[in-house]
């Protein structure tokens, strides 16, 4: 694993699934963490299992939730080197479809959790390193539905608009702050095990899908820790020459066709 001992990150959406996973392997990396976590109860017991970390239970689609974790950060570790935007959500139960059942309550929310949150912890974290003039580190997280759907079983249009978003949102930073040597990447999973993935899950039907859709180790759902490594990778110095970048950790997703 790729050494983070001289690395204070914040991550966004660190509670539980894929953050609370990398949060682990961050700590074990050497880095100190910074969590941003929904709520307080879920916040507590993160911090507890992960000892040496700090947080704040806050909303992330706040425009002042990632600035404010930042700054606690640098009072707490005393620097700043690296942000991970992990936090998202479905928006199925408030509208999010097929395009021609969207609701208005549906776009909102959906692009509230997946996209403006997103757009507001990396405004945050690019002020800070351009305030610091040290460069930095952001990963973010996207999704295969991006750029890779499934129609019959994952048609949430606005989510895949989200996702699509912030492939866009990333390159077009990273390119613009590159001289600055201010790196943003992103990593796209398909479809993994969290508490956001239980209706998939749990349907028999998707599995099914997802055995020729995902084939790579048997066939199954992504587990958290399949994603741990790239990003401690991203989030240390050994990635200084990767900027813009999308990766795909999906099994297999992404050039496969998957049968029904």
Not at 132 to 153: C, D, E, K, R
Not at 173 to 200: D, F, G, S
Not at 215 to 222: H, K, Q, T, V
């Amino acid at each position: 694993m790729f050494a983070l001992s001289s690395k204070v990150i914040v991550l966004i959406g660190g509670t539980t699934g894929i953050g609370f996973s990398t949060a682990s392997a961050f700590v074990k990396a050497g880095a100190k963490v910074f969590i941003v976590g929904r709520n307080q109860q879920s916040l507590d017991r993160a911090l507890e299992q992960l000892q040496s970390a700090d947080g704040i239970a806050a909303d992330a689609a706040h425009p002042k939730t990632a600035a404010q974790a930042i700054e606690l950060a640098i009072h707490k570790f005393g620097d700043f080197n690296g942000l991970y935007h992990v936090a998202g959500a479905s928006g199925r139960k408030f509208g999010d479809g097929p395009a021609h059942e969207l609701t208005d309550e549906g776009i909102d929310v959906t692009l509230n959790l997946n996209l403006k949150s997103l757009i507001y912890s990396n405004r945050a974290a690019i002020q800070q390193f351009i305030q610091q003039n040290s460069g930095g580190t952001i990963l973010n997280m996207t999704s295969v539905l991006g750029f890779s759907p499934a129609p019959n079983y994952f048609a949430t249009h606005v989510y895949a608009t989200a996702k699509a978003g912030i492939i866009g949102f990333t390159k077009s930073a990273a390119a613009y702050y590159a001289a600055k040597n201010i790196r943003i990447n992103a990593i796209a999973p398909a479809l993994v095990e969290t508490p956001m993935a239980q209706r998939a899950a749990n349907d028999q039907e998707i599995l099914s899908y997802i055995k020729s859709k995902q084939p790579l180790d048997g066939g199954r759902i992504g587990k958290p820790e399949d994603l741990d490594a790239a990003a401690v990778w991203f989030m240390s110095d050994e990635s200084r020459f990767c900027t813009g970048q999308v990766l795909a950790i999906d099994g297999g997703w992404s050039v496969c066709e998957g049968q029904y």
